[in-house]
């Protein structure tokens, strides 16, 4: 069967592996990272993750039962979005979860993979080399970082609020520790002192013995690679991309972490078929439509979003730079669901593919 080169260790990726063993192809694995705090482990050590109904579920088809366990678990959301309705308590499960620790347990389930040194007909990756092109709807940025919680026994609900400048998100973490999130339309100089004072304009602060001492201001705006799949060639492989490096989304939609598992499965699926006889040219092209069009449905939700909590200029630059991404575009499904915008992002598990160290 084929021999697949997987060259990194992210979620996205490893699960891709896992799919295309069990399927009868050969994985050759690139080696782990060092463990946080080893010498050149840069970006490495805990990266929480929440992970809700969705998104659980699909974690669990992949890859069974005892993935997520040590996670901290939540049992509801309290949500209010721009100065609409008042704010609204409602059940949610989820889990909140470390990435690193996730993926370390997919590669043991790996085992060892393909050892020989023969040359691989694809390979899969998430942060491939170079600068290739991509069409990026903003310039907005996550501000992240952790803090301790006033009251530790109030560790089951994560909330959502919004001030004018932003959104603001609270993931408990447990033993006290809560992830801290703000979403800002633009560059941040002082990661910890605006997250401080978008903490200073919410009712969210109270639940906090302080703001961070420290943060990180991430990309968050939404991104798709142009050109994610590449056929192989005379002496080539081909090239899939997956996960964040394919398609990035804001992390408000909740289905970051889904929607990065999907990509592995269709990648998978473009390589099993390409080996069982289907144009890999064809199947490239195939790989190529389905992001965009997941990317433009995902603007359609983030525009009506952002357009009913936000007015200032900078978050209409936001909104103007969506709003010409779609320019010309269909209207979603997603856009015709005839929900409020207040309806919309309940249903939406916010930052569910958030990290502070992404």
């Excluded at 996670?71 to 990435?99: C, E, S, Y």
């Excluded at 973490?173 to 200073?200: F, I, K, S």
């Excluded at 939700?301 to 103007?320: M, N, V």
């Excluded at 991404?325 to 916010?350: E, K, M, N």
Aim: proline residues 8%.
């Amino acid at each position: 069967m084929t021999l697949v080169e997987i060259a990194g260790s992210g979620l996205a990726e490893l699960t891709c592996a896992r799919l295309l063993a069990d399927r009868g192809h050969r994985v050759r694995l690139a080696p782990p990272r060092p463990p946080a705090g080893a010498a050149g482990a840069a970006g490495a050590g805990p990266r929480p993750l929440l992970l809700t109904g969705p998104t659980l579920e699909l974690v669990g088809s992949l890859w069974g039962t005892g993935l997520l366990e040590g996670g901290w678990p939540l049992t509801h959301r309290h949500a209010r979005w721009g100065a609409g309705p008042p704010p609204a308590r409602f059940p949610q499960p989820g889990r909140a979860v470390d990435g690193a620790v996730l993926a370390a347990r997919m590669r043991e389930r790996l085992g060892c993979g393909d050892l020989s040194g023969q040359p691989a007909r694809w390979t899969v990756t998430a942060a491939p080399g170079g600068r290739e092109a991509h069409e990026q709807a903003g310039r907005r940025r996550l501000l992240t970082g952790t803090a301790r919680v006033r009251e530790p026994h109030d560790q089951d609900t994560a909330r959502l609020d919004c001030t004018g400048l932003g959104w603001l998100h609270l993931t408990p973490l447990g033993r006290g520790d809560c992830l801290v999130q703000a979403m800002v339309p633009g560059p941040a100089e002082d990661p910890a002192g605006l997250l401080a004072r978008l903490l200073a304009e919410s009712a969210l602060a109270a639940r906090l013995r302080g703001a961070p001492r420290t943060a990180v201001a991430l990309d968050a705006a939404p991104r798709v690679r142009l050109a994610p799949a590449v056929p192989p060639a005379a002496g080539r492989a081909g090239v899939l991309v997956v996960g964040a490096g394919a398609l990035r989304q804001d992390p408000l939609s909740g289905t970051g972490t889904a929607q990065a598992l999907r990509t592995a499965i269709l990648a998978a699926a473009v390589i099993d078929a390409a080996a069982a006889g289907t144009s890999a040219s064809a199947l490239c092209a195939h790989y190529t439509h389905r992001l965009r069009a997941a990317y433009l449905d995902h603007l359609a939700t983030c525009l009506s979003l952002y357009g009913a909590a936000f007015d200032s200029g900078a978050w209409r630059d936001e909104i103007d730079a969506m709003r010409g991404a779609l320019r010309g575009g269909t209207r979603s499904a997603s856009d015709r669901t005839g929900c409020s915008p207040a309806q919309r992002v309940t249903r939406a598990s916010a930052t569910n593919s958030c990290t502070g160290t992404r």
